[in-house]
């Protein structure tokens, strides 16, 4: 398995660093988020795993995750995640042929972006999910809280995990937010580039096509797109630590005590070297769990225990690094006017998404002692 970037790969990267970095939103007023969102998916980089036969331009993972980390980098404020890393993902995974034929393209080049609810903290666990189903004569009917969706206020759509009342299962809907019986209450929280919101289903009525799953995959489909999507969180967070150290650095080399360039003691040369450490073994391994999904495909039985090493990496790292990096700036780090401040709340944010790294550990060893 070869880990090393390809000259396309390369570029990818390339193009959406330098892209980023003129047009990053973080500090901007919310109005910027669609002009930042309309110019990515004109760059094709919603069509990034769409497959080629559905009009996208069938990449995979690592790819995907080159992306991923780019945006982490630059705290980018899109609906890249939710529509993209988890709304398409889950479809590819969970959704039925027709249904992936109607909508994929559409949340590849802009005509719908949508996101995935699923239980609290994005957890795939039929006993997790919050929102019932229940049959009707014309359909079905959805009713209950998801207490916190990924929704930005760009979304047309949603595709929504619920457990069946009549019968034990689950079933993937769509719908438009602007379905009857839908409310949204966007949440204050600590990450200002992410944000999100209280949805509450008020006896929503859904006709029959909108279950969008295919049964006989469901389950297993929605529990691969949480491992698929917590890859994902991985790299962005692989971005951020390395956007740390780079901050950390900078700031270094230009704040001057005792007549020499902070940079240049002892002390601090070694917490970035253990800073640069981390984010390299973190970035490591998110990459090379990515090429092994393409070498080896999704339906790997070390998936799960592969992405929770690197999850387990990619936590810590981008934790550790944001912690150092206010630190390297003399406190004024967690200031507003420095970046360091913002990575360090959304290292918080992504710590808990997905499954907190102790859950992730837990499936790390489960897997090691039936190995052994």
Request: net charge negative; with cysteine; charged share 25%.
């Amino acid at each position: 398995m070869n880990l090393n970037l390809s000259d396309e790969q390369r570029a990818l990267q390339e193009t959406a660093a330098d892209f980023l970095a003129a047009h990053t939103n973080a500090r901007k007023e919310a109005d910027a988020d669609a002009e930042l969102w309309s110019r990515i998916v004109e760059l094709g980089w919603a069509a990034v795993q769409v497959p080629e036969e559905l009009d996208g331009l069938g990449l995979g993972p690592v790819e995907l995750a080159l992306l991923m980390e780019e945006m982490g980098r630059r705290l980018a404020r899109t609906p890249f995640l939710a529509n993209v890393v988890l709304a398409q993902t889950a479809l590819l995974q969970a959704g039925t042929a027709e249904a992936q034929q109607r909508a994929l393209a559409a949340l590849a080049y802009g005509e719908r972006t949508a996101t995935l609810i699923l239980g609290p903290g994005l957890d795939a666990e039929p006993a997790a999910l919050t929102v019932k189903a229940r049959r009707d004569v014309e359909g079905w009917v959805l009713a209950g809280d998801a207490p916190q969706v990924l929704d930005d206020g760009l979304l047309t759509h949603a595709y929504v995990a619920a457990r069946i009342e009549e019968a034990p299962g689950v079933a993937l809907f769509e719908l438009a937010v602007d379905a009857a019986g839908l409310s949204r209450t966007p949440l204050e929280v600590w990450d200002l580039t992410r944000p999100q919101a209280r949805w509450r289903f008020d006896e929503v009525r859904l006709t029959a096509d909108a279950r969008v799953d295919d049964p006989d995959r469901v389950l297993a489909g929605l529990a691969r797109t949480r491992v698929l999507a917590a890859l994902q969180v991985a790299a962005e967070q692989v971005g951020g630590a390395v956007q740390c150290l780079q901050l950390a650095v900078d700031y270094t080399k230009e704040r001057v005590q005792f007549g020499k360039a902070v940079a240049t003691f002892q002390a601090v040369k070694h917490r970035a070297a253990e800073m640069m450490v981390r984010m390299e073994t973190a970035r490591s391994t998110v990459r090379g769990v990515a090429a092994r999904i393409v070498a080896v495909g999704v339906d790997d039985p070390e998936l799960a225990a592969e992405v929770g090493a690197a999850r387990i990496l990619a936590t810590e790292a981008y934790r550790y690094c944001a912690q150092e990096a206010i630190q390297l700036h003399g406190g004024v780090g967690f200031t507003w006017e420095y970046d360091p401040q913002m990575h360090f709340k959304r290292a918080q944010w992504a710590s808990q998404w997905f499954g907190a790294t102790s859950a992730w550990r837990e499936t790390l060893a489960a897997h090691l002692l039936d190995a052994a």
